[in-house]
């Protein structure tokens, strides 16, 4: 533990913890990601609700962790409440630029008038979920007051209600379509006995719990002064590039295996989905707060990052219709361009 506090207590340690940490949350987010296929099969509740639910939560888990830990162990508010936001909606943005690069990586595979569904309802889901945030965010200096026992914002509240109908509405669809393909996953996991899939199905998830709550600590201290072994960034920045991206990098990963393996449409919709789900982040932080507005603590910086959510989402819409490779280029060219000019604005 004392060498672990003398490594972290310098930049160039604190970078390389920072690495490590994000790695273990790789790793540990694709073998997740598989156990959650083999969950499907063994349930029978087939890969098309068990990528909506549980790939979606699972892949979502680091940025809960951090955003949770961030709001709960720093006495600074602001900091927390920034590093918790920004790690959000951060991730949600390159969550969005994914798609891009899916379409500028593998052109042959990401041919979107192949796909079975564009995907539309989505990213519509993903436009009302953003516009309840929005919506809390401009009311967050307001004394609109508090909901009894939850102690959080009566607007936040509406996120978990609305994706709760988000869920209803796949479900309906789902059963009435037949099973689609999905990532293929080991037989043996299939044929493990159900005591020991489900531990090692729990194990993962703990290993990337103390992997996010890690990635938290870390980014707080890379929020203090250089001379105390920070890097003197802010926390809103921290919390949009370092911990959203690094929280992200299982949907990076998995959608990139999807694509390769053909699987575009499960690809997209771990994406989007992973974004609707993000979204309930704000509701679970506000509430870990306890008695504070998460939001009204929060720098008003993250409005670019909303701005720029709603505007990649459509651009990521546009990219799923398109119907020539070079209209699939230039939109998703325009959506790494714009993802670049939000951290220059940010930095």
Request: proline residues 3%; aromatic residues 8%.
């Amino acid at each position: 533990m004392h060498f672990f506090e003398q490594l972290i207590g310098t930049q160039l340690g604190l970078l390389m913890a920072f690495v490590a940490m994000a790695a273990i949350v790789v790793l540990s987010g694709i073998r997740l990601s598989i156990y959650g296929d083999a969950l499907g099969e063994r349930t029978g509740l087939g890969s098309g609700l068990i990528g909506l639910i549980f790939l979606a939560a699972v892949t979502s888990l680091p940025e809960l962790v951090v955003s949770l830990t961030s709001v709960i162990q720093n006495t600074d508010l602001a900091q927390g409440a920034d590093l918790a936001i920004g790690n959000m909606l951060g991730s949600n943005i390159f969550n969005l630029v994914i798609l891009a690069l899916m379409a500028l990586l593998f052109p042959r595979k990401f041919v979107p008038k192949k796909m079975k569904n564009p995907h539309t309802d989505s990213t519509i889901y993903g436009l009302v979920l953003l516009a309840i945030f929005a919506g809390a965010f401009l009311l967050s200096n307001q004394s609109e007051g508090f909901i009894p026992y939850l102690q959080c914002s009566w607007v936040t509240l509406l996120l978990p209600i609305a994706y709760g109908f988000i869920l209803l509405r796949e479900h309906r669809q789902h059963t009435q379509e037949k099973t689609e393909p999905h990532l293929p996953s080991e037989e043996t996991l299939e044929q493990l006995p159900a005591a020991r899939f489900y531990s090692i199905l729990g194990g993962l998830c703990g290993l990337i719990i103390a992997s996010g709550i890690g990635l938290s600590i870390l980014g707080s201290r890379m929020a203090l002064a250089p001379e105390q072994g920070g890097l003197g960034l802010e926390a809103s920045l921290i919390g949009t590039l370092f911990l959203a991206i690094s929280t992200s990098l299982p949907e990076l990963v998995i959608s990139i295996a999807s694509v390769r393996m053909g699987f575009l449409d499960m690809a997209v919709g771990n994406v989007l989905g992973s974004n609707i789900f993000n979204l309930l982040i704000l509701f679970a932080a506000d509430v870990a707060m306890r008695g504070e507005s998460l939001l009204s603590h929060a720098s008003s910086k993250h409005w670019m990052s909303v701005g720029m959510i709603g505007l990649l989402t459509l651009l990521a819409g546009l990219l799923l219709r398109t119907r020539s490779r070079k209209a699939t280029t230039a939109t998703a060219f325009v959506m790494v361009i714009a993802y670049l000019a939000t951290l220059a604005f940010l930095s």
